[in-house]
């Protein structure tokens, strides 16, 4: 386990691939707290890709994409979804338009697949980033976890793999 992991710098070091599994169906980490807060009372989501709170992502994105990298996110939710997911729904435009991928998997077509126990983000398939949050969804001490054994990377890939394959482009996918 490697402590002080830089999320970026592994995204800004992948070559060809970054994919990330989404497992929670609510989150609560602090940085989302205002933009959540203010969804909640008006039901309008921030999606504009240059505000001040979705440029740095839409920027690191985009230079991995134009860089070679695939970046694909997938989300196993449980249905019918939460407030949060609802949320999380109305900023994906956000992320197509950075260049991810996006797919969506409710939870009980997921029921045959071995899956990890969190979050992840897999670089290159030879690194995974596991992502440790509380009961509350907020990050975790340590939050992040990186890891590279290969045998433990090659099960998350094939899980995230497994998920993909099931999973509905967001395009498509209809909230219930």
Request: aromatic fraction near 10%; charge should be negative; include cysteine.
């Amino acid at each position: 386990m490697q402590q002080n992991v830089s999320f970026d710098e592994l995204l800004k070091a992948a070559q060809h691939s970054a994919v990330h599994l989404e497992m929670r169906d609510t989150y609560g980490v602090g940085d989302e707290a205002e933009d959540f807060g203010s969804w909640r009372r008006t039901g309008r989501r921030d999606t504009d890709p240059a505000s001040e709170y979705w440029a740095p992502w839409v920027d690191l994105i985009q230079n991995a994409v134009n860089r070679g990298v695939n970046v694909r996110r997938a989300r196993i939710v449980s249905e019918p979804v939460t407030e949060y997911i609802r949320y999380e729904h109305a900023g994906t435009v956000v992320n197509v338009h950075a260049g991810e991928q996006v797919r969506w998997l409710p939870r009980r077509q997921a029921v045959e697949l071995m899956l990890p126990g969190c979050d992840l983000w897999i670089f290159d398939g030879r690194q995974v980033l596991f992502n440790h949050f509380t009961g509350a969804g907020e990050w975790s001490d340590p939050g992040l976890e990186l890891r590279t054994e290969r045998h433990l990377v090659k099960q998350c890939a094939d899980a995230f793999e497994a998920v993909w394959e099931r999973a509905t482009p967001h395009a498509q996918y209809e909230l219930l």
